[in-house]
């Protein structure tokens, strides 16, 4: 199969997926990352150094992060601030490098994959489509989609009561209730996930709630199957959210 071939063999087969920062100081480095990764990553923001990418992760998240090991400390520095930060701790995080010492460097911070200079848009898509699956992942688990279904609920040896599920993720569920619900206190929730088979008795704890009884819970404890049809179920719904956004952005 020729390059080109391959590359439209890639594209057509992976949805846009996540946010990307380039941290690099080389202007054609930049320029080769983000245009031959436009049609794989959502979108991407540039920055120069650490402090700038300490900067811009502590107000977006991003999944997948190229880093120009040309920076050296810099470079090693950036890695521990998106190692550091909450939101990107798990991000996919490759490094670009131009000779062995570069690369010693990289695997010795943990990036997970490797990118060789000079850049092409091939090489590119390649280890693209190597993290295409952490970067879904990652991904997956801050994925909310939104519903609208009936729960019940009960709190210790209290009566059960109804409320509404609104949105769920892997981890949680943000419901309305029909009175206030405290942070911090534990509670068991039956549900199901409407137009599937799907059903969920789960034990929460209250993280958030509001003066319109809204409340986002976080899952404590659930039985393993709930949790592999749950994620299973997210998983198709990012993704057809992902190729709709794909298919919209090729209009």
Same mark, same amino acid.
């Given at each position: 199969?020729? /390059?080109?071939?391959? #590359?439209?063999s890639?594209?057509?087969?992976l949805?846009?997926?996540?946010?990307?920062? !380039? +941290? /690099?100081?080389? #202007?054609s480095?930049?320029?080769?990352?983000?245009?031959?990764? #436009?049609?794989?990553?959502?979108?991407s923001?540039?920055?120069?150094d650490?402090?700038s990418?300490?900067?811009?992760?502590s107000?977006?998240?991003? *999944?997948? !992060? @190229?880093?120009?090991? =040309?920076?050296?400390?810099e470079?090693?520095?950036?890695?521990?601030?998106l190692?550091?930060?909450?939101?990107?701790q798990n991000? +996919?995080?490759?490094?670009?490098v #131009?000779? =062995?010492?570069?690369?010693?460097?990289? @695997?010795?911070t943990?990036?997970?994959f &490797?990118?060789q200079?000079? &850049?092409? /848009?091939?090489?590119l898509?390649?280890?693209?489509?190597? %993290?295409?699956? &952490? !970067? &879904?992942r990652?991904?997956?688990?801050? @994925?909310?989609?939104?519903? *609208? =279904?009936p729960?019940t %609920?009960?709190?210790?040896?209290?009566? +059960?009561?109804?409320?509404?599920?609104?949105?769920?993720?892997?981890?949680?569920?943000?419901? /309305?209730a029909?009175f206030h619900?405290p942070?911090?206190e534990?509670?068991?929730?039956?549900?199901?996930?409407?137009?599937?088979?799907?059903?969920?008795?789960? *034990?929460? *704890? +209250?993280?958030?709630?509001d003066?319109a009884?809204?409340?986002g819970?976080?899952f404590?404890?659930?039985?393993d199957?709930?949790r592999?049809?749950?994620q299973?179920?997210?998983?198709?719904q990012?993704? =057809?959210?992902?190729?709709?956004?794909?298919?919209?952005?090729?209009?």
């Open positions: 199969m020729k /390059t080109d071939e391959r #590359s439209r890639l594209h057509a087969t949805a846009n997926v996540g946010r990307g920062l !380039v +941290v /690099t100081k080389n #202007s480095i930049r320029k080769i990352v983000q245009d031959g990764t #436009s049609n794989i990553i959502l979108s923001e540039a920055c120069s650490a402090s990418c300490l900067a811009a992760i107000q977006r998240k991003f *999944e997948i !992060v @190229f880093i120009d090991f =040309a920076l050296e400390h470079a090693e520095l950036a890695v521990e601030h190692r550091n930060t909450p939101s990107t991000a +996919v995080l490759i490094g670009i #131009s000779n =062995a010492q570069h690369a010693r460097r990289a @695997f010795a943990g990036v997970t &490797l990118v200079e000079p &850049l092409s /848009t091939t090489n898509q390649k280890v693209m489509g190597a %993290a295409y699956g &952490l !970067v &879904l990652e991904r997956r688990r801050y @994925f909310r989609c939104y519903v *609208e =279904a729960l %609920a009960s709190r210790g040896s209290e009566p +059960v009561w109804r409320g509404r599920l609104t949105n769920i993720s892997e981890n949680g569920v943000c419901i /309305t029909p619900l942070p911090g534990n509670m068991n929730i039956r549900t199901r996930i409407p137009a599937t088979q799907i059903k969920l008795s789960a *034990e929460c *704890e +209250v993280l958030w709630s003066k009884n809204r409340a819970l976080r404590i404890g659930i039985p199957t709930e592999e049809e749950l299973h179920w997210l998983t198709d990012l993704d =057809a959210a992902l190729r709709s956004r794909n298919s919209l952005h090729q209009l």
